[in-house]
Every structure is written in C-alpha cells, then in structure tokens.
C-alpha cells in the first residue's frame, strides 16, 4: 500500500501517475487542505504536519510514503528520513531534465516560495542547471485556484499571464512545473506559451521511482484499496479522484483527524 500526500488536491496529480504505472497497489491519499498552502508557512509547521501525517499513514500500515509536494518535500524529507523507518519518495524539482535539453539555454521555474527557498532546489539548480539562465517565478494564488477547482478561466489566465509571459519573453523553451497542484493547470499554460515550449512535469518519473522501490520489497501489503482523506474540505478532492478514477465511491471519501 502507498501512502500519498500533499497540502491539498495538487498530489493527485502524482497519484494519477502511481495509479497509471501500478493500479493492482492499493492507494491512502492525504489532502492536508485545513493546512493548504504550505507555500508561504514556517518550515517547522510544514515538518510538524509530515510527522502527523506520517504517523496517520503508518496507523495505516502502508509500505511506501511518497511525499507528493515540492514544499513539504523541501522542508521536510531530512527531517522524515532521519525519524521514520519507511522509505519516502519526495519531489524533485526537475530542472536537470529541462536544463539538459534546453536549446536556446533558458529555462523557467514555477513553484512556491518555500521550494525556492529550500536547499533540495539550490542545489539541484547549482549541480545541473549552472550553464543556463533559470528564470524563477513564485505562482502566488495558482494553488488557491486548484484548490477552488478551477484549472481553466480567466483568474488562472491572468495569473498565469503574469509569472510565464516573462521567461516567455527571456526566450525559455522549457517551463518546469515546481508545484504539484500546477500540472492540473497544464493546458492553460500551454495556450500561453505554445507548442514549442516543453511544460516539465516530474510526476511520471516520481511514479517510475516509487514502483522501482515497491518492486525491489521482498514482500508488501497489497491491500487494494482507496481511500482519499481531507483534512478540511472534500468537494475538489472528490472531483479530482473522481475524475482520475470514474469508478470510485463516494464513500472513499474521508476525514483526517490529525
Ligand atoms: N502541491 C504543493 C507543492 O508541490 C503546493 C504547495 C502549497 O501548498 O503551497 O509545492
């Protein structure tokens, strides 16, 4: 069983890639939406929430935890792989992907202010991305619209607007997705930016890398079921999962009470 996290909605955008590659896995999914965003919270908040969450999924007895939020993943993965036992698979910022391949040698990075802030991204951008030019832009408000189950309309094309038109403009070909909730707005950034420019979604790889470790355990439990917990409200939840899975029940549907 897998164990998914994030502060709201935006980690079923790694979801759906576990359940693409691993359907036959059994998934418990935490939106931690009472606590959403992290985005601008003090880290110790952050790594106080991963400790409850944490120990809500080993209640669980899930044999995976992946932490599917750059910000929690910045502020907290030390801190959950030093306490807990189980193995963690956290976000990367995949910057080396769109460095790698970038021609016109610039990239842009949309994310939150505490991923740009953590050490996991800085030294990631400082071992892989040091021969191009990185533009940053925080995307203040995107998670809040996702979190509204808006992914489409004219307050995300304003917002979107604002952080893409400047690496558009600096010539970017690569525009990579630091945020898990920002994949759900993926086409509306590419009505921005055109077919030419290559929107970096790292959560396929995250998916590849977590059933790489699932398949090196000697056993697991393979309990098959699903279940989405919210801390605070459920309705985008719901029409997320429901989306992704159209067979689901609404009694998967849960409260978290920690
Ligand atoms: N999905 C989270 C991330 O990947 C959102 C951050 C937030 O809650 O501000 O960073």
């Known amino acids: ?12 955008s790694v979801w759906r890639e576990l359940y693409k590659l691993m359907p036959e896995e059994g998934y418990i999914y935490v939106s ?12 110790e908040d952050i790594i106080a ?8 999924f ?15 993943t910045a502020a907290s993965i030390r801190y959950l792989r030093e306490t807990f036992s189980i193995p963690f698979i956290g976000m990367e910022p995949a910057i080396k992907p769109a460095a790698l391949t970038s021609e016109s040698g610039v990239v842009g990075v949309l994310a939150t202010a505490n991923t740009f802030k953590g050490s996991l991204y800085n030294n990631t951008l400082e071992k892989f991305a040091a021969h191009v030019k990185v533009i940053e832009r925080v995307g203040e408000g995107l998670v809040e619209l996702v979190e509204a189950g808006k992914s489409e309309g004219e307050d995300v ?6 952080y893409i038109d400047p ?6 070909d690569a525009i990579v997705l630091g945020c898990t909730h920002y994949p759900f707005l993926t086409s509306a950034i590419a009505k921005i930016v055109g077919p030419s420019v290559k929107i970096i979604n790292p959560a396929p790889a995250v998916a ?50 920690v």
């Open 1 to 12: 069983m897998i164990g998914v996290y994030d502060s709201g909605v935006g980690g079923l």
């Open 32 to 43: 931690d939406s009472a606590y959403c965003p992290y985005g601008t919270k003090p880290v």
């Open 49 to 56: 929430r991963a400790d409850a969450i944490t120990r809500f």
């Open 58 to 72: 080993l209640s669980k007895k899930v044999d995976v935890i992946v932490v599917a939020c750059n910000t929690a």
């Open 157 to 162: 094309e304003r917002l979107l607007h604002l």
């Open 167 to 172: 690496m558009v403009e600096a010539g970017a």
């Open 208 to 257: 590849l890398q977590t059933k790489r470790i699932i398949d090196a355990m000697p056993s697991h439990n393979s309990n098959r079921i699903l279940e989405f917990y919210s801390s605070g409200d459920t309705s985008t939840l719901w029409k997320i999962a429901s989306f992704i899975e159209p067979d689901l029940s609404y009694s998967c549907i849960k409260k978290l009470c």
